[in-house]
């Protein structure tokens, strides 16, 4: 039986990691240099939610039936509920664990709020509604965690207060971590949320082929700076963890430059999908700010790192317009308008429009009917009304610099040489839990 | 729902449950009001019970829409 930590580093991609920063960080660049090194392909879609659940119960979105952070209210339009951990019905790597006696310690790892009591100690996730609540396992640990940060509010365009924020959060965060390394585990986990934030915030200043990049600029560095800190961070870490304790490295997806918003909804109300009985008085409208006449519309759309649509299906819907037989008929003619969609300068997109059965060999809860990624990711999905283009340079939420990608980071080092060092291929997220459970060897 | 029922547990388990009633800090009032929040816990389903207070709820709503996951 080995002991094992997961460094847990939302949305890092390898090429930062891998690539760009290594060099400069001397103890991540270590644990990469001496591990086995895999691509780490996310799951459908490369979101947080569900992404964490994914790797650590090992079971596909669709077992889930998790699709993203909020999900439909069966039977109401504009109704949904949030994921949470209550959402997760598979025993998670700590739960698996539990059973067999050893004690984990788990900080951070989406969806984990409300914790669940487990053997060892839990910290719930930036889905915590705030300090005030119950927030540990078990309750008692939260007298600890004073001023304890879960997230910060990345949307600002006061970025010095955001880097402030940030560094702030972080550092309380592995002052948490430390203390409770000191204390009786076999399997310790945690995600920093930072990593996704910082990339999100600060991509555009630092990726020269970003449309907003400008040579020079003050915020240039803030991403590698960061990573620094983490890496300083980490090393102070490492110092309190068992000298043979399995180290692992992972993310949940990866991040690219965001090229724009794309506005689904309108361009669902320009194909005749959607129609409104009113045009949007002001931009940025949501769908359920506007009168939608559902008695003749086809199909709505989700905003978010992909767009999910729903078709008006009569029996599902309240007013639903589609018959069930043209059901089928009408997804493949929204599957083949969505993936002919062009640039806004006419050039040729790679977007993909999927239906949850063509991903998923079972598909549980409430999915969309059609999954979309608009030009491979690099087009979020915004699905506000009223912008006189359908095509935003900035996502319709405020500023944003980077969009979610397939590939994210999974290295494993084994200071006692037992793991082969060097580039190993590819590690479906789907596989990470039972790969865990064979190196701490249960 | 609130008549109780008498069951029995080790003397050791007890007392350990005492010592985390104790560092609870007043979260919990005694034993048995934890051990029933701890199974409570555990055998709970889904939309037993909701997650978030409706203040809760919209809060986390806006803190998503801000971070640009809906």
Known sequence: MRKLLVIGLDAAPPRLLYEELVGELPTLGALIEEGARYQL??????ITIPAWAVMTTGKTPGELGLYGFRHRKPGAYNEYWIASSRSIHFP?????????????????????????????????????????????????LKRELKDYIFD????????????????????RRFQVLRMLSRRKWDFFMFV?????????????YMDKEHHKYEPGNKYEEVIKEYYKLIDEELEQLLKEVPKDAIIVLVSDHGAKRMKGAFCVNQWLADEGYLKLKEEPKKPGMELREVEVDWSQTTAWGWGGYYARIFINLKGREPHGYIDKR????????????????????????????????????????????????????????????????????????????????????????????????????????????????????? | MNEKVAVYISRELYERVKKEVEESGGEFKDVSEYIEFVLE??????????????????????????????
């Open chain 1, 92 to 140: 998670q790597t700590w739960d698996i664990l539990g059973r067999r006696g050893l004690r984990s310690v788990i900080v951070g790892v989406p969806p984990s709020y409300p914790p669940r009591p487990i053997r060892g100690y839990m910290i719930s996730c930036f889905i915590t509604p705030s300090n005030e609540v119950r927030f540990t396992w078990p309750p008692s």
């Open chain 1, 326 to 442: 043209d059901y089928e008929a009408i997804r493949d003619q929204l599957i083949r308008d969505l993936e002919r969609i062009r640039g806004p300068h006419g050039e040729r997109w790679d977007t993909k429009a999927y239906r949850p059965e063509d991903l998923y060999q079972e598909v549980k809860g409430s999915p969309p009917d059609l999954i979309v990624y608009f030009d491979d990711l690099s087009w979020r999905s915004a699905g506000t009304l009223g912008w006189p283009t359908n095509y935003l340079r900035e996502n319709d939420r405020g500023p944003d610099d980077a969009v979610h990608d397939w590939y994210g980071i999974y290295v494993v080092h084994d200071p006692q040489g037992t793991i082969e060092v060097g580039e190993k291929g590819i590690m479906k997220i789907e596989c990470i839990n039972d790969h865990l459970l064979e190196l701490i060897g249960v």
């Open chain 1, 152 to 171: 910060v509010v990345f949307r600002t365009n006061e970025r010095d207060k955001l880097i402030q924020e940030l560094w702030r959060m972080t550092k």
């Open chain 1, 41 to 46: 392909k996310s799951c459908h879609p490369p």
């Open chain 1, 192 to 204: 920093e949320i930072g990593v996704d934030r910082v990339q999100h915030a600060f991509w555009g």
């Open chain 2, 41 to 70: 816990e555990l055998l709970k389903e889904e939309n037993e019970e909701a997650v978030y207070t409706k203040e809760e709820e919209e809060e986390i709503k806006r803190r998503l829409r801000a971070l640009g996951y809906m």
